[in-house]
C-alpha cells in the first residue's frame, strides 16, 4: 500500500517506514523502554523529556534524533524535522483531528511527510492460522478482506459544514504493530502551497466507534514532516527559531514599571570617536608601528619549528635561478635554502616596503 | 587554558543551554562542545594558523607598519560542524532541527 508513496521520501523516513522501526513501537505503555532498548542516551533522553515521553510521537522523534547523530543527516533528508499532534474533536458525531502546521516556516521546503496512527486493527497472517491446520485449503477459507482505512484530510470547515476534501488516501494496516505509518507528503505539500496549515483529519474504517489513538492521551495520532530549511545557513539562523525571549512579559506590560515606558529615563550608551568614522581604526584599540627588529625577536613563538612556518609562501618573488642550476640543487639543500632565505625575502620585503 | 599557546588555536568551550536559557525548550542536548578561537596571528604565522592569502598580505603591512590602524589578521573558525538539535516549538511540537556551523573544528588567521 506504500508503494506509490515511497517516491521521494527522504532516506531517514523511507528507513523508519520500512526498516521495521514502528514493531518497536507496538506497545504505547511500554513505548519509552522499548525504543530506548540498546540506546542508554535513549533512555536519558526520556528521562528528560519527563512525562512527555511517554507521548509516542516524542519517542520518535527521540529515536531520529538519535538517528541524525549517530549517522548525520544524508543528502535528501533535509535539515528539519517537525511532529504535529492534534486536537481531537466531534464535528457532527465523528472523530476528527485537528492539525495545526502553521509553525512550519516559509523557507522550509516539504520533502516528505508521514502520518501515524494506532489501530489495533491489523489482519491475522494467514500463515499463522493455517500452521497448526493440516487443511491445505485453509488458505483459501481464511481469504478474508484485509481491513482498510480511509484517510480523509480536509480544510477547517468555513462555508462548507465539514470543510473542502484536501485529500484521500486508503491504508492497509502493517502486518506488524499497533502504530500505522501513510505517507502522506502530497497532501501537506499541497497544503503548504496553498497556505491552508489548519487541517482536519479523519480516519474511516466503516466501523462504529472506532478509535484511532492509543492507550491515553498521549498517543494521539501524528504528523511528522521531513524538509529543508533553507534559510538555516543564512547568519543567526540559531538566533532566529532557538532565542525567544518575551521582550515585553506579561509583568511588564505595565508602562509604569517598563524600562521603556519614558524615553527621559533611557541612558545614550553610544560615545562618539571623533574620526573613528573616517579611518581604518577600530573604535577604543590604540595602536602602535612595529620597529623592524621585533620581527624576528619579539614575534617568533618558541614552541614552532621552522618546518612549520610557511616554505612557499614567497617563493614566487624570490629570484629565479635558471633552471639548469635548479636541477642542480638536491632537494635537501634546496629546502636548507628555502628555510634561509625565507626570512632573508621577509627582510628584503620590509626593507622595500619601509623604503617606499 | 593559561599554559595553551597564545598563537591563534582552538579552545575548549562548552555550552549549556542553561547558561544561556534556551534550557526551557531545548529538550536535547542540554550541552555541547562548541570549542572557540582565540589567540594572535602575529607576523609570521606559522602553517598551522592556515592564513589565507590575504591575511598573509595583510600581516605584512602590519608589521611593516607603514600604513597605520591595520590590525593582526583575525583568529576566527575554519572549519565547523554542524549540530542536532532537538526541540520543542511555539505549540509546544517536538521539532529537530540540524544547524550548520555550530562547533568548531578548526581556527585559521583571516
Known amino acids: ?356 | 587554558q593559561w599554559n595553551e599557546p597564545r598563537i591563534c588555536s582552538r579552545r575548549y568551550l562548552k555550552v549549556d543551554f542553561a547558561d544561556i536559557g534556551w534550557n526551557e525548550w531545548i529538550i536535547s542536548p542540554k550541552s555541547f562542545d562548541a570549542y572557540y578561537c582565540s589567540g594572535a596571528c602575529e607576523f609570521p604565522m606559522p602553517k598551522i594558523v592556515r592564513p589565507s592569502n590575504h591575511a598573509t598580505i595583510q600581516s605584512i603591512v602590519k608589521a611593516v607598519g607603514i600604513i597605520p590602524g591595520i590590525p593582526e589578521p583575525c583568529c576566527v573558525p575554519d572549519k565547523m560542524n554542524s549540530l542536532s538539535v532537538l526541540f520543542l516549538d511555539e505549540n509546544r511540537n517536538v521539532v529537530l532541527k540540524v544547524y550548520p556551523n555550530m562547533k568548531v573544528e578548526t581556527c585559521a588567521c583571516r
Request: hydrophobic share 30%.
Open chain 1, 1 to 356: 500500500s506504500h508503494a506509490p508513496g515511497v517516491v521521494g521520501l527522504p532516506p531517514a523516513a523511507y528507513d523508519f517506514l520500512f526498516s521495521g522501526a514502528p514493531s518497536s513501537f507496538s506497545s504505547a505503555s511500554a513505548s519509552s523502554s522499548s525504543a530506548a532498548a540498546g540506546s542508554e542516551h535513549l533512555g536519558d533522553l526520556s528521562a528528560a523529556l519527563g512525562a512527555s515521553a511517554r507521548d509516542m510521537v516524542a519517542v520518535h522523534m527521540l529515536k531520529l534524533y538519535e538517528k541524525y547523530n549517530r549517522e548525520g543527516s544524508r543528502p535528501g533528508d533535509g535539515n528539519t524535522v517537525r511532529s504535529f499532534k492534534p486536537k481531537l474533536e466531534m464535528i457532527n458525531q465523528k472523530a476528527l483531528y485537528h492539525f495545526n502546521l502553521t509553525s512550519m516556516e516559509d523557507s522550509e521546503m516539504v520533502l516528505s511527510a508521514t502520518f501515524h496512527f494506532y489501530s489495533d486493527r491489523r489482519p491475522r497472517s494467514r500463515e499463522v492460522i493455517c500452521k497448526r491446520s493440516k487443511n491445505s485449503s485453509c488458505r483459501l477459507l481464511h481469504l478474508q478482506p484485509l481491513p482498510r482505512f480511509h484517510l480523509i484530510f480536509r480544510s477547517v470547515p468555513q462555508n462548507t459544514p465539514l470543510g473542502l476534501v484536501k485529500g484521500n488516501v486508503t491504508i492497509f494496516p502493517h502486518q506488524r504493530g499497533v502504530w500505522q505509518t501513510k505517507d502522506i507528503s502530497h497532501i501537506i505539500k499541497e497544503a503548504k502551497q496553498g497556505g491552508e496549515l489548519l487541517l482536519l483529519a479523519e480516519l474511516d474504517s466503516g466501523e462504529k466507534d472506532q478509535v484511532f489513538h492509543g492507550p491515553g492521551p498521549n498517543n494521539m495520532p501524528y504528523i511528522l514532516v521531513y524538509a529543508n530549511d533553507l534559510a538555516i545557513s543564512e547568519p543567526n539562523s540559531v538566533a532566529v527559531t532557538l532565542q525567544r525571549y518575551d521582550p515585553f512579559p506579561a509583568s511588564d506590560t505595565d508602562p509604569s514599571s517598563s524600562p521603556n515606558a519614558s524615553t527621559d529615563s533611557r541612558v545614550r550608551r553610544d560615545i562618539y570617536v571623533p574620526g573613528s568614522i573616517h579611518d581604518n581604526e577600530l573604535p577604543e584599540v590604540e595602536y602602535s608601528v612595529h620597529h623592524p627588529h621585533h620581527l624576528h625577536h619579539t614575534h617568533h613563538p618558541q614552541h614552532y619549528h621552522k618546518h612549520e612556518l610557511w616554505e612557499n609562501a614567497y617563493k614566487a618573488l624570490k629570484p629565479k635561478s635558471s633552471r639548469k642550476d635548479r636541477r642542480k640543487k638536491g632537494q635537501d639543500h634546496n629546502e636548507m635554502l628555502t628555510k634561509s632565505q625565507m626570512l632573508n625575502f621577509d627582510e628584503k620585503t620590509m626593507k622595500k616596503a619601509r623604503r617606499k
